[in-house]
């Protein structure tokens, strides 16, 4: 079945450390996007990409970093630069017809 | 710049109770505007979709949404609710799809609890 895979799904890091958060789909989609959820806070951009090697910063771009070498995959780097990391992390392609397609998200805590 | 608005963080309803969860929105071109839902510790699926078609938009579950252009607003709304249905929604607008990918923006959530 097509869709999307964030792995992993729970992630510890001390601070200073960088992370890598994956994001894999299948459904041939040319738009991918990166969400951070807070309690309270809905959900804010961090950075997407409309096409391959292409990518534009969100509201909340600092402190993150992306690439887009393939279209199956959007990978997020949580820098050490990143203040406030403790976060649910979402990953989404979007349909042809508007709507988003989210994976089943990434839940990382700085210890 | 676009933005939504949902009036109320935390709803709650008894079971088998009119569910109505209030989302007012702000564009400067026609929109595309989304309901999705989020079960705890999950990712987010969509429940309905207005993309400019007709104004009363049916959804699964037993969702349904009128857009209201005058009152800029885009209430969910589901007759008889269930206990299945506790679970945090979220209201999106995006431009139409002239834009291209424009991101969506979120509304900041409501969680639904249903009460037996």
């Known amino acids: 079945d097509g869709g999307i895979t964030q792995s992993p799904k729970y992630l510890f890091r001390k601070e200073g450390q960088n992370v890598t958060l994956s994001c894999e789909q299948n459904l041939n989609h040319d738009a991918m996007y990166w969400y951070r959820q807070d309690p309270g806070q809905g959900l804010r951009l961090i950075y997407y990409?409309?096409?391959?090697?292409?990518?534009q910063k969100g509201d909340i771009a600092e402190g993150y970093s992306v690439s887009r070498e393939k279209k199956e995959s959007f990978p997020l780097t949580v820098t050490s630069a990143q203040k406030n990391p403790t976060a649910f992390y979402l990953c989404a392609s979007r349909l042809l017809s508007g709507e988003l397609f989210f994976g089943e998200g990434s839940r990382l805590t700085v210890l | 710049a676009q933005s939504v608005t949902q009036l109320g963080s935390h709803v709650s309803v008894s079971e088998g109770a009119l569910v109505l969860l209030r989302c007012n929105y702000s564009s400067s071109v026609p929109p595309y505007l989304f309901w999705y839902v989020q079960y705890p510790n999950q990712g987010l699926q969509l429940l309905l979709k207005y993309t400019s078609a007709a104004t009363l938009v049916k959804g699964i579950n037993g969702f349904e949404a009128e857009f209201k252009k005058s009152e800029t607003s885009f209430h969910l709304t589901k007759p008889s609710a269930h206990m299945s249905d506790a679970a945090e929604y979220f209201c999106a607008v995006s431009d139409g799809m002239g834009s291209g990918n424009t991101p969506l923006v979120f509304g900041k959530g409501t969680r639904l609890s249903v009460i037996a």
């Open positions: 990409s409309q096409i391959v090697n292409d990518f």
